[in-house]
């Protein structure tokens, strides 16, 4: 059974850090594309970051040198490292399996409120 489980969000002021993991167990997580998505209830659903099976990174723009996509595949883990926080960074943090035709599994996400 495919199973992601995310942990680390929080509530943090503006221009603060987080790090947000994900432990992933029933499929071969090292040769898997991985996602981070967010959901804010007035944006909807955004796709944030991606860390390829081979390592290679991608990031929406309004988080381009602030997040860092990791992952430990000795561990089976894929992180998200939340540097200078916004308010907009404010969602639910979601990981999720990338396949061909989409991200076909998903975690039950981890909630990041940025308020001072």
């Known amino acids: 059974e495919v199973q992601l489980v995310e942990s680390g969000g929080g509530l943090v002021q503006p221009g603060g850090s987080l790090i947000l993991s994900c432990a992933a167990s029933?499929?071969?997580?090292?040769?898997?594309?991985m996602t981070w998505v967010r959901q804010t209830p007035g944006k909807g659903l955004e796709w944030v970051s991606q860390?390829?099976?081979?390592?290679?990174?991608y990031y929406t723009d309004s988080v381009k040198g602030r997040f860092t996509i990791s992952r430990d595949n000795a561990k089976g883990t894929l992180y998200l490292q939340l540097n200078a926080l916004k308010t907009d960074d404010t969602a639910m943090y979601y990981c999720?399996?990338?396949?061909?035709?989409?991200?076909?599994?998903w975690g039950q996400g981890t909630q990041v409120t940025v308020s001072s």
């Open positions: 999720a399996r990338a396949a061909l035709l989409g991200l076909d599994y």
């Open positions: 029933g499929f071969p997580f090292s040769n898997n594309d």
């Open positions: 860390i390829a099976a081979d390592g290679a990174t």
